[in-house]
C-alpha cells in the first residue's frame, strides 16, 4: 500500500476510543480537528494573501497551454497527489479516524480525499480574479486548457467562488473538512455503525462551532456544498476514466502510485 502511516487501530494509541459526549470533550475534540487541520494546510491564509499578486505571465501560460494532454494531466496529477497527501495526514489526526479498519479507512479516503483538496481549494483561491495558487504563483481557468477538459475546470472553479462566498473561518473550514472525510454514505464500508459514531461526533463539533460563531443558519448551506462536491468528485472520475482509456500508458506507469491507488 501506498496509503503510509494507514496502521491498524491500537487503542492504547487513542485517547478518543471514549467517544466525546460532554462539552469539554467536544471542545477538545473540536480543538485537535483544528491544530490538524492547520499542521496539514500547507500555507496560512495569511502567507497565501500576500502572495495574491503573483501571476503567472503571458508566456508562462503559454507555456502549460503548449503542453500535451498527457503531460500536463500527469503534471496535474502530481500536484493533486502531493495535495491528497497532505489530506491523508489530516485525516489520520481526526479523533475516532483510526478506531477504524484498515479498510473503511481507505474507503473513506478513496472518496472523500479529492472532496477535501477541493474544500481546501477555497483557501488558496482568489475570487477578484479567479485564480487559483498552483506551482507557485496565481494561476487563471486558461492555464488547464490542455487538460481538454473544461467542463470540470469550470466546476471546480464555480464549487471554490461558492466556498469562498462563505467566508468560512478557518476552524469552520477544518470542522467541515472532518465531516466531507467521515460520511457513513461512501460505498464498501465493513462498519457503518463505527464510521457512524466518529461522524455523530464530528457533526457535534460543527454545530458546536457554528453555535459558538453565532453562524448556525450556515450548516444548512453547507450540506448543499456537500451534494455539489459528490458530482464534481464523479465528474472527476469520468474524466480521469476517459484520460485513461486515451492514455493508458501515461495512466499507468507515469501516474503517482497513490494518485492510481485512490482514484484508479
Ligand atoms: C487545493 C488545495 C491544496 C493545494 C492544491 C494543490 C493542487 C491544486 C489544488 C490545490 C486545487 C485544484 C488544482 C490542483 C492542481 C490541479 C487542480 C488546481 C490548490 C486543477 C483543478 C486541475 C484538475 C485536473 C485533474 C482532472 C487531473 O492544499
Redesign the pocket.
Known sequence: HDLMGIHPYNPLEDPYSIYPHSLRNIDELCASIVRSHRET??YRVEELHALRWKLFSREEIQVYQSKTVDEM?QH??I??T??VQ?VVEFAKHIPGFRMLSQNDQIALLKTGSMEV?LV??SR?FNTENST???DGKFAGAEV?KS?A?SD??TA?FDFAHGMCALKLTEHQLALFSALVLINTDRPCLEDRGRVQRVQRSVESGLTHVLRRDNQESLMHKLYQRMAVLRSLCSL?ME??RWFSQRYPLTAHSLFPPLYKELFA
Open positions: 494546510s500547507q494531466w496535474c496529477a500536484r493533486l502531493d495535495a497532505y483538496v481546501r481549494m488558496f487559483v495558487f498552483f488547464f487538460l477538459c470540470l475546470i471546480v472527476h474524466k480521469l
